[in-house]
């Protein structure tokens, strides 16, 4: 899935909630970072948030960044820009 790519394909479905692409997102982010197991991205982020300050590292920031832009991306493709 490409995000960011400069496709209106989300443009004119005023319906559409970022909640609607979030399998895509989550499925995005298992390909890239290998994380899976998580029924949303709520869950995602609340197991982050809980893990020790040893267990994490680097390659959460790297997902954190794929995340952000991803939502970034269906904002601008939601309001039409």
Excluded: W
Aim: charged share 25%.
């Amino acid at each position: 899935m490409m995000f960011g790519s400069g496709c209106s394909c989300g443009v004119g479905f005023a319906n559409l909630r970022l909640a609607d692409f979030e399998p895509q997102i989550l499925e995005y982010l298992n390909t890239k970072h290998g994380i899976s197991g998580f029924s949303g991205v709520p869950d995602l982020l609340r197991s982050i948030v809980k893990q020790s300050e040893g267990e994490k590292h680097g390659g959460q920031l790297a997902l954190l960044t794929d995340l952000e832009r991803s939502i970034d991306s269906f904002d601008e493709l939601h309001r039409g820009r």
